[in-house]
């Protein structure tokens, strides 16, 4: 795994970091802003450019060794190559954080000031409410509705009893 | 880091269709049977023009006024 994702690794790095030569002018200097951005992502395991790009002179002399057999290479040398192309390991970038208990506390907050606004529009802000919420009038739009037999079969009118004028027990 | 759609498919992919399967039949066996049966018991004993006439006595209709006017 740590082999294969370095070896896809020096293709792209010699692309990307490489010295341009423009129309026999000399080098043009790869600005840090023109390369694309690093990010240790699940979904795309091999990002376009390596995590360091200016090699200290040990790292540079690693991966002059680096060009040979890697079987000579220790393990802290190839721990070292790894954390040169890149900047987290799969496990700890897939591991969780607390971050989430601030969000749940964000949003119940925000909804209770929600809240608070709610009520203040309720007594400053709306007129009052229009004639047909009128007690009298509620009783008689039941009245209609259970003269019409509204949903007589499952719903409204099934629960009163015609016989006796009152809702069903 | 292959086939991990596939392993992924092979583990929730049968409890997808089972958890599926069984909602629908729960849904049928509690909501949509007792539906039916309670609409055929209504409309079992149902006397329409008996019905009629109480919505007619009530005054809602504007075709057919109560009786007694």
């Given amino acids: 795994m740590l082999a294969t994702r370095a070896l896809s690794l020096i293709g792209k790095r010699a692309i990307s970091t490489s010295v341009c030569v423009r129309g026999g002018h000399g080098v043009a200097k790869v600005e840090d802003y023109t390369l694309p951005p690093y990010f240790d992502r699940r979904e795309t395991p091999l990002p376009d450019v390596a995590y360091v790009q200016q090699l200290t002179s040990e790292q540079k002399s690693l991966k002059e060794k680096e060009k040979g057999s890697w079987a000579v290479l220790t393990n802290e040398e190839k721990l070292a190559l790894y954390r040169i192309s890149f900047k987290d390991s799969f496990a700890e970038m897939n591991q969780g954080s607390a971050e989430w208990k601030s969000v749940v506390g964000g949003i119940m907050f925000f909804l209770g000031f929600t809240g608070l606004v709610v009520l203040w529009q309720r007594k400053y802000v709306y007129g009052p409410t229009p004639h047909t919420f009128d007690t009298l009038y509620k009783e008689q739009e039941l009245q209609r509705m259970l003269d019409m037999r509204i949903n007589p079969v499952e719903g409204f009118s099934a629960k009163w009893d015609y016989e006796n004028k009152q809702w069903k027990k | ?69």
């Fill in chain 2, 1 to 69: 880091m292959r086939g991990l759609l596939a392993k992924r498919l092979r583990f929730h992919l049968p409890i997808a269709f089972t958890l599926a399967i069984t909602t629908a039949l729960a849904f049928k066996y509690t909501v949509a049977e007792p539906r039916k049966k309670a609409y055929a018991d209504f409309y079992r004993q149902y006397d329409a023009v008996k019905e009629f006439n109480a919505m007619r006595e009530a005054g809602i209709f504007e075709s057919v006024r109560p009786s007694g006017e």
